[in-house]
């Protein structure tokens, strides 16, 4: 399968199965596309010496598995299940009221509660009996707000320190945080301790005050940026994202990337809102037109900031053409319900934050220690090579199959993509090649 579009003035062509870039003059985008289509290339405006020229170099590529290759054997998925990654639920509560939150301002439709040391403790020796011979785990501190249960996750990073060196293990702590608790002395715990940190942060600030307001419903804009900018400034070269979320109000959420990145945050991902239909905030089919046209103004603005010397990462748009994720990564995606689970304020286990509150996905207990293979077995066989949808799909091998909470809330199937999310998928990738083949031309002119 081959892939073929245009990127601002350059013209590509994407061998989906080796994941080989190619770039093309017209003659060759138009022969490929005829070649597609099931066109006779013979029959376009050009000399058929030229065409012929083509013709042959696509046979060479092929020869070489570089152009239209044959999809490779199915992946093999066996071996020891291990669970490397979890996100630890520590405050189903919070401190804004965020008019899109998918978790129910906090409470996740249930009752607001804090977890306690205890199960946060029983959820970090769950993950150690279950990582097999993994040695390096990731835990994301998560809410709700987790700083409102601070004192708790300063205690669970003590315990995960000590039981690293109980089992021989790593583990990279992240939070996500909206910022409004920040102090000098969480500042500090987050840049000794944490190895990434999640700053949720829409842009601007009519945007954000809009979708995010305190308790009191008042705008919390002016309370988060001082605090946020104080975190990044003292974090160094440490990683962390700014991350906003876009909604049917703000479709021109290029501006509020650009907002983010004018009040110094570098990395930035804006992201559309998953809602029902009859949401006033959700992103509907006839949006789609004027979000791709955003994605080409961000894509611009990023490569024009980046040649300023104003460098920013765009998460949507990060690729690596060469050494990105292994085949078994590309087809199995997050790994939400199989390598990674949430776990809520009672011990509840769930495949992922998104799921926490959809009782047939309860997997068990880490109270217990109990573990329920066959939701978890669904969710292992749950991949690009098992969703009909993806089979013919150019981008499977960057979305990975996309988002199964989304499936499973828009088309109460998770092997079913949401539609929406897969054609908003497919222009992030377009825009993530273009910009990696336009910087490499850039860098090829020095």
Excluded at 83 to 89: F, R, S, V
Excluded at 136 to 162: A, Q
Excluded at 252 to 274: C, M, N, T, W, Y
């Amino acid at each position: 399968m081959v892939h073929t579009f245009k990127f601002e003035d350059i013209l590509l062509a994407l061998d989906v199965e080796s994941g080989a870039v190619h770039m093309l003059d017209e003659l060759s985008f138009n022969a490929v596309n005829a070649v597609n289509s099931g066109m006779d290339p013979n029959s376009l405006p050009y000399p058929n010496e030229d065409i012929q020229d083509v013709l042959n170099e696509i046979e060479e590529l092929k020869s070489g598995k570089m152009f239209d290759c044959p999809a490779p054997l199915p992946v093999n998925r066996g071996g020891q299940n291990v669970i490397k990654a979890m996100c630890l639920h520590v405050a189903h509560d919070c401190n804004l009221r965020c008019k899109y939150c998918f978790a129910s301002t906090g409470d996740f439709h249930g009752e607001r509660k804090m977890m306690s040391l205890e199960v946060g403790k029983r959820a970090l020796d769950f993950l150690m009996e279950h990582s097999g011979k993994r040695k390096h785990l990731e835990v994301d501190f998560f809410g709700g707000e987790p700083l409102m249960n601070f004192e708790v996750v300063k205690d669970l990073v003590e315990y995960g320190r000590e039981s690293e060196k109980k089992y021989d293990k790593q583990i990279n702590f992240t939070i996500t945080t909206n910022c409004v608790g920040l102090n000098d002395e969480i500042i500090g715990f987050i840049n000794r301790e944490m190895h990434n940190v999640v700053i949720s942060l829409d842009g601007r600030k009519s945007v954000h005050d809009s979708m995010r307001p305190t308790v009191n419903n008042k705008g919390s804009f002016d309370i988060i940026v001082p605090k946020a900018q104080k975190l990044i400034a003292e974090r160094g070269d440490k990683e962390y994202y700014a991350r906003g979320t876009f909604t049917s109000k703000n479709l021109d959420f290029a501006k509020d990337v650009e907002a983010l990145v004018d009040l110094g945050f570098r990395q930035v991902s804006v992201e559309p809102v998953i809602l029902p239909e009859n949401s006033p905030y959700a992103i509907l089919a006839e949006h789609i037109p004027s979000i791709r046209s955003q994605y080409d103004l961000l894509a611009k603005m990023l490569l024009s900031h980046r040649k300023e010397g104003k460098w920013f990462n765009f998460f949507h748009f990060m690729i690596d053409l060469e050494n990105g994720p292994c085949l078994k990564k590309r087809v199995t995606g997050c790994g939400a319900g199989n390598e990674y689970v949430a776990v809520t304020p009672d011990g509840d286990i769930y495949p992922c934050h998104q799921f926490v509150g959809h009782e047939s996905f309860n997997m068990g207990s880490v109270i217990d220690n109990n573990l329920r293979e066959d939701i978890r077995n669904k969710f292992k066989e749950c991949n690009i090579e098992t969703k009909r949808a993806c089979s013919n799909c150019w981008a499977k091998y960057h979305c990975s199959g996309g988002c199964a909470a989304n499936a499973y809330i828009f088309n109460g199937d998770i092997r079913k993509p949401y539609e929406l999310t897969c054609e908003l998928e497919k222009k992030r990738t377009e825009c993530a090649i273009g910009i990696c083949i336009k910087e490499r031309e850039e860098n090829d002119k020095v």
